[in-house]
């Protein structure tokens, strides 16, 4: 089966090509209607808890161990880790937290299922290590099986000129904090 879709399906591939290079002209541009202006930052954090949100999962399913990731305490724990960490700092910490997790759970003989609580309050403490201890946390590099999403590479590349390297900043405040 093929999933097939197009950009206003009923008109000429020369209009929609207008229609496309007229988009990636005004977002490249900088001048942006008012409204958007107030929107980048909440976009930003909202690409970089969605990413840092994938990378979790993807740690623990390497791992076996379960996650829902519409859990609102894990979500608020990532989102804390934001305030002061860029996406690939945050990552690391993940990591971190994953790998710790399995251990203490192989010692403690706690269950898979309670894999999520155990990360996430392994991270929580963490965070807060590294912030009282104001430790160097090294930045990870993106996972290879986690690719940029498109809205990513729209935004930061098209949209906003930063390319990858949001990666490694600290997203900056905004209403999703």
């Given at each position: 089966?093929?999933?097939?879709?197009l950009?206003l399906?009923?008109?000429?591939?020369?209009?929609?090509?207008?229609?496309?290079?007229g988009c990636?002209?005004?977002?490249?541009?900088?001048?942006?209607?008012?409204?958007?202006?107030?929107?980048?930052d909440?976009?930003?954090?909202?690409?970089?808890?969605?990413?840092c949100?994938?990378?979790?999962?993807?740690?623990?399913?390497?791992?076996?161990?379960?996650?829902?990731?519409?859990?609102a305490?894990?979500t608020?724990?990532?989102k804390?880790?934001?305030?002061?960490?860029?996406p690939?700092?945050?990552?690391?910490?993940c990591?971190?937290s994953?790998?710790?997790?399995?251990?203490?759970?192989?010692?403690?003989?706690?269950?898979?299922?309670?894999?999520?609580?155990?990360v996430?309050?392994?991270?929580?403490?963490?965070?807060?290590?590294?912030?009282?201890?104001?430790?160097?946390?090294?930045?990870s590099?993106?996972?290879?099986?986690?690719?940029?999403?498109?809205?990513?590479?729209?935004?930061?590349?098209?949209?906003?000129?930063f390319?990858?390297e949001?990666?490694?900043e600290?997203?900056?405040q905004s209403s999703?904090?």
């Amino acid at each position: 089966m093929s999933c097939e879709w197009l950009l206003l399906p009923a008109n000429e591939f020369a209009c929609r090509r207008t229609l496309i290079e007229g988009c990636q002209s005004t977002l490249s541009s900088g001048n942006w209607p008012p409204e958007w202006e107030d929107e980048i930052d909440t976009l930003w954090n909202m690409i970089a808890l969605g990413e840092c949100t994938a990378h979790l999962e993807a740690l623990h399913h390497e791992r076996n161990l379960e996650f829902e990731v519409s859990d609102a305490k894990t979500t608020e724990v990532v989102k804390r880790a934001l305030l002061s960490f860029s996406p690939a700092q945050v990552i690391n910490l993940c990591w971190q937290s994953a790998r710790d997790a399995v251990d203490y759970m192989a010692k403690k003989q706690i269950g898979r299922g309670a894999g999520q609580s155990v990360v996430r309050g392994i991270l929580d403490r963490k965070i807060d290590k590294y912030l009282a201890n104001d430790w160097k946390l090294n930045p990870s590099r993106r996972d290879r099986r986690l690719p940029r999403s498109a809205i990513s590479v729209v935004f930061f590349d098209v949209v906003t000129g930063f390319g990858d390297e949001y990666f490694n900043e600290v997203p900056p405040q905004s209403s999703v904090n």
